[in-house]
């Protein structure tokens, strides 16, 4: 059984910073891809950012610039760094991460969402 338990969300004022973290746990052989998803009220859900075993990644248009994800495999962990935060960052946000463990193939797996709120 695999885990993903996001963690850092909160309230922030326009133009602070958090700092979101997902840990996957559990019999856990390797991991692929590592994602960071989120969903505003009323809009779908959307691509934040993505970064591969190797460490390339790739970020969504409305983040670029601001945003910067990075792993450490050694914990299984994701991270997402999120400066200058706008109000319209405001959304639910989502680890998912491409999973093979030590009796499955690779699955896909989500976390439960962690809430940020950008607002004065």
């Known amino acids: 059984q695999v885990q993903l338990v996001e963690s850092g969300g909160g309230l922030v004022q326009p133009g602070g910073s958090l700092r979101l973290s997902c840990a996957a746990s559990?019999?856990?052989?390797?991991?692929?891809?590592m994602d960071w998803y989120r969903r505003a009220p009323g809009k779908q859900r959307e691509l934040v950012a993505f970064?591969?075993?190797?460490?390339?990644?790739n970020y969504g248009n409305s983040v670029k610039g601001r945003f910067t994800i990075s792993r450490d495999n050694a914990k299984n962990t994701v991270y997402l760094q999120m400066n200058s935060l706008k109000p319209e960052d405001t959304a639910v946000y989502y680890c998912y991460a491409l999973i093979t463990t030590t009796s499955q193939p690779m699955a896909s797996y989500w976390g439960p969402g962690t809430q940020v709120t950008v607002s004065s």
């Open positions: 559990g019999s856990i052989f390797s991991i692929n891809r």
């Open positions: 970064i591969t075993t190797g460490g390339t990644t």
